[in-house]
Nanobody, 117 residues
Framework: QVQLVESGGGLVQPGGSLRLSCAAS??????????IRWYREAAGKQRELVAE???????NFASSVKGRVTISRDNTKNTVYLQMNSLKPEDTAVYYC?????????WGQGTQVTVSS
């Protein structure tokens, strides 16, 4: 079983930065094998994939955030980070962490990111 807890959201001005964290309760031996994904869901819109990082550290990003967002993992802390720079109002959403393990999709509770002046 995997439990995910997001943190780091908040209110930021356009052009600002935030770092989101996704802490997993899985054992280290399991965590390091997980593909971790960040999704976001804006009001009235479908949940969309923002970024993902594989067990080996390969990354993929949505075109809407490419060049502004990085994703990294620290397997010693069972944590994945989403660094978001040059934030725009359209980045406003609830950001969710996701992991797929043994055929089960696990989600965190989400963290709100609001980009506004």
């Amino acid at each position: 079983q995997v439990q995910l807890v997001e943190s780091g959201g908040g209110l930021v001005q356009p052009g600002g930065s935030l770092r989101l964290s996704c802490a997993a309760s899985a054992s280290g031996s399991i965590f390091r094998l997980l593909v971790i994904r960040w999704y976001r869901e804006a009001a009235g819109k479908q949940r969309e994939l923002v970024a993902e990082i594989s067990a080996g550290g390969s990354t993929n990003f949505a075109s809407s955030v490419k060049g502004r967002v990085t994703i990294s993992r620290d397997n010693t802390k069972n944590t994945v980070y989403l660094q978001m720079n040059s934030l725009k109002p359209e980045d406003t959403a609830v950001y969710y962490c996701n992991a797929l393990s043994m055929g089960i999709n696990y989600w965190g509770q989400g963290t709100q990111v609001t980009v506004s002046s």
